[in-house]
Structure formats: C-alpha cells, structure tokens
C-alpha cells in the first residue's frame, strides 16, 4: 500500500522514510546508469595517434563484422589443410590494398579487440614485388601474432619471425601480384608500439629471391569504405598510440 500510494504520488498515506529511501535508491540506479553510458562513450571515442618524425596524426580504427583473421583472409597450408586453397596472401583487404606499397593501420572487432594491421604489396595488380624488414617494440605480453603472412611449414616459406621477448622483428619478401603481413592482436590500453622501418634494399631479404620496389608506406584512418591515406616516409620509425596526438 506505501509503494501503491508513492507511486500515485501521494506521500499521505506513505511512509515518508520508506518514500524517502526509494527516491534515493533510483537517483543512485540512474546516475550509475548516466556513469556507465559515458563510459562507454569514451572508449567509443578514445583516440590513437600515428607519430613520425615529429609530425602526429589523430587516427580511427577501421572496423569489420569478424575477428581480424576473417577480416585479413589469408590462406596457407598451415590454416586450409593443404596447398591446394592455399592462396599465400591476404585475399579479404584487397580494397585498401595498393600496388608497390605498405599500409599500416588499427582494426577493430565487435568484441573491441584492437590489432595492428601491416600489409605489403596488393593482389592481382601491376604490383612489382617487395621486401621489408620491421623491428616491433613495445607490444603486449598478452597479445599474439593472429596473422603471419607468410608463416608456414614449407621450404618455399622464406620469411622470417623472430617474435620472442620485448622486440620483435619480421623479414618480409614477396613475389609480384601478392602480399605479405601480419596483424599482432590484443593492443592492451594505453599501448605505444614503434616500428623501425627498413624497406627495399635496406631490408634483410632484398633481392634474394624476388625483386621489387615499394614505392609508398601509408597509415589508414577512418571507415573502410572511404579510409583517410596518410603518407609515412620509408626510412623512419613509426609509433602508434593510445591516445590523441599531444596526449
């Protein structure tokens, strides 16, 4: 009956403690409401930045319906079971892909796991080919190479990973119309990962079994459909953040 008269907004008949206390239990349920909903909010909006000799640019990750295996789509014996669909590249990204170029950028899942995305090259182009060699610090402990592209066990496999301890370091070569890569997954917060470069002939494996030239290294920002191409230089390091350019 006080819960009847309280909500019919008559604090005669009611209890005013009772009435009192039941006011104070929805003001808290609705500002823990408001607090969870700009939580959200901000990890929505929570900015990255790509840094380079002294230039920052604020960056948004590109987004996709499946895991960042899904979203690269590449094909070895290791992950079809045999060589025959085995396709050596990463058939799901043609559309940001470019001839005689890198690209780099951040992809994120539905659950909201964050990955570095790194490819060479680009599929059944005029591409010409390339070698690149990247060392990687400052990647999580808790994080793992979702995608080698190439990683498998054959004696075509010319690639190198050396992915243990604090630094990282890939020895990439790939022949005309392919691609090379890898997405490292699970970023962690507040994450700062730098990447020092070395393409074409400053690179481990250049000229030792394909020839090539990667002419342009661009970070991606923005949506998939229309992403924004920033210009990286060749011959610097690289550093991708959590957080906004001057944060």
């Known amino acids: 009956m006080q819960i009847r008269a309280l909500l019919n907004g008559s604090f005669e008949n009611a209890d005013r403690q009772t009435a ?14 408001s607090m969870t909903v700009g939580t959200v909010a901000a990890q929505e ?13 604020t960056v948004t990750p590109i987004s996709g319906n499946g895991s960042v295996a899904e979203f690269y789509d590449y094909g070895s014996p290791d992950t079809t079971g045999n060589d025959t669909n085995a396709s050596y590249r990463s058939d ?14 951040l992809y994120e899942d539905p659950d909201g796991t964050l990955s570095l995305v790194s ?8 591409s010409t080919g390339g070698a690149a060699t990247f060392t990687i610090t400052g990647l999580s402990d808790s994080g793992e ?10 004696t075509n496999n010319y690639d190198n990973w050396t992915t243990e301890g604090e630094t990282h370091r890939i020895d990439w070569t790939w022949d005309e119309r392919r ?7 699970g970023l962690g917060d507040g994450f700062s990962v730098t990447i020092a470069p070395a393409f074409n002939e400053d690179a481990a494996l250049y000229g030792e079994f394909y020839d ?28 991708i953040s959590a957080g906004g350019c001057g944060e």
């Open 179 to 185: 691609t090379d890569g890898g997405a490292y997954s």
């Open 92 to 105: 799901g990204t043609n559309d940001l892909q470019e001839p005689n170029s890198s690209t780099l950028f």
């Open 119 to 126: 490819i060479h090259g680009a599929n059944n182009t005029t």
């Open 145 to 154: 190479w979702t995608v080698q592209d190439d990683q498998y066990n054959d």
């Open 20 to 33: 009192t206390r039941v006011i104070t239990v929805l003001v808290v349920i609705a500002a823990a409401l």
């Open 45 to 57: 909006d929570e900015p990255y930045s790509v840094e380079q000799g002294g230039e920052c640019y």
């Open 212 to 239: 090539g030239t990667v002419e342009n290294w661009t970070a991606l920002s923005g949506p998939r459909d229309d992403p924004e191409r920033i210009a990286l230089s060749l011959s610097e390091t690289v550093t």
